[in-house]
């Protein structure tokens, strides 16, 4: 039914910059919020960012003023722009809908690995 393909992580340094990509398909996402999450080994998934229908943002304290979330309705994809990247930014990313229950299921994720 509903798919999430997460792409665009990787192995960056410290400083560097990486654009993620999540790939939506069986729902279209012109009425929903949209949100971006990550989980570290041995840690629970976090909310990094969100964006609603209309385009508002908003952003972890943690990743304030270094990633930016965008969405393009008519390519049913959702983005994260992630730059000055951090170490403690290592992690998988998700995407899926800012809901308890999201989409129902999740993608496979997308691992940046920050290192030096």
């Known amino acids: 039914q509903v798919q999430l393909v997460e792409s665009g992580g990787g192995l960056v340094q410290p400083g560097g910059s990486l654009r993620l990509s999540c790939a939506v398909s069986?729902?279209?996402?012109?009425?929903?919020?949209m949100a971006w999450y990550r989980q570290a080994p041995g840690k629970q998934r976090e909310l990094v960012a969100d964006?609603?229908?209309?385009?508002?943002?908003n952003y972890a304290d943690s990743v304030k003023g270094r990633f930016t979330i965008s969405r393009d309705n008519a390519k049913n994809t959702v983005y994260l722009q992630m730059n000055s990247l951090k170490p403690e930014d290592t992690a998988v990313y998700y995407c899926?809908?800012?809901?308890?229950?999201?989409?129902?299921?999740w993608g496979q994720g997308t691992q940046v690995n920050v290192s030096s």
């Open positions: 899926n809908r800012p809901t308890s229950g999201g989409f129902g299921s």
């Open positions: 964006i609603t229908s209309g385009g508002t943002t």
């Open positions: 069986g729902r279209s996402l012109r009425f929903h919020a």
